[in-house]
T-cell receptor, first 117, second 112 residues
Framework: DAGVIQSPRHEVTEMGQEVTLRCKPISGHNSLFWYRQTMMRGLELLIYFNNNVPIDDSGMPEDRFSAKMPNASFSTLKIQPSEPRDSAVYFC???????????????FGPGTRLTVT | RKEVEQDPGPFNVPEGATVAFNCTYSNSASQSFFWYRQDCRKEPKLLMSVYSSGNEDGRFTAQLNRASQYISLLIRDSKLSDSATYLCVVTFFTGGGNKLTFGTGTQLKVEL
């Protein structure tokens, strides 16, 4: 298996532009997570999906951020309009579906390094 | 108070040393616990799960104290290749699935 695939790996854009980050989870993993990592705040969960349905989006910072998962093999995170403070590394992760008994290991993609100037 | 707290370090230790990291969490309903490792400019990867009875994987030992809401990681005979950031992870069931909360990480530098 190729693991979690993210694209692009690097994105440099100007303030005000729309940014779309893409993720392909590991086949068979029903849970998908989007994280943002910065030096100041560490790794923050933005949103996660189970079976393509958003379960918890309380970490999405503002209405400028939106995420979709149209099918089991693809998800997008969109920022519109982007701002310099959005500069960070955005990780996508996937795992087997978890339940009340506990969580499974999450497998992370290589991340997208976003710079907004 | 942060949900998961770790000493950011860095911990600078000589090769062969034993080093211990601690982590505290605030949500007493937390169910699963992990240590992840993150190398510089790379993605986090699972190092080991943490079980109530404590568990060992080679040179690595993890402990959980639910009463004190405390997790630890012990690395024995440290190697240069152990240099990385170690992330403490706590999960709890939210109704639709398990939400993971990461600590900000403890940086380890193993030196010759």
């Amino acid at each position: 298996d190729a693991g979690v695939i993210q694209s692009p790996r690097h994105e440099v854009t100007e303030m005000g532009q729309e940014v779309t980050l893409r993720c392909k989870p590991i086949s068979g993993h029903n849970s998908l997570f989007w994280y943002r990592q910065t030096m100041m705040r560490g790794l923050e969960l933005l949103i996660y999906f189970n079976n393509n349905v958003p379960i918890d989006d309380s970490g999405m910072p503002e209405d400028r951020f939106s995420a979709k998962m149209p099918n089991a093999s693809f998800s997008t995170l969109k920022i519109q309009p982007s701002e310099p403070r959005d500069s960070a590394v955005y990780f996508c992760a996937s795992s087997l579906p978890s339940g009340r008994s506990g969580a499974y290991e999450q497998y992370f993609g290589p991340g997208t390094r976003l710079t907004v100037t | 108070r942060k949900e998961v707290e770790q000493d950011p370090g860095p911990f600078n230790v000589p090769e062969g040393a034993t080093v211990a990291f601690n982590c505290t969490y605030s949500n007493s309903a937390s169910q699963s616990f992990f240590w992840y490792r993150q190398d510089c400019r790379k993605e986090p990867k699972l190092l080991m799960s943490v079980y109530s009875s404590g568990n060992e994987d080679g040179r690595f030992t993890a402990q959980l104290n639910r009463a004190s809401q405390y997790i630890s990681l012990l690395i024995r005979d440290s190697k240069l290749s152990d240099s990385a950031t170690y992330l403490c992870v706590v999960t709890f069931f939210t109704g639709g699935g398990n939400k993971l909360t990461f600590g900000t990480g403890t940086q380890l530098k193993v030196e010759l």
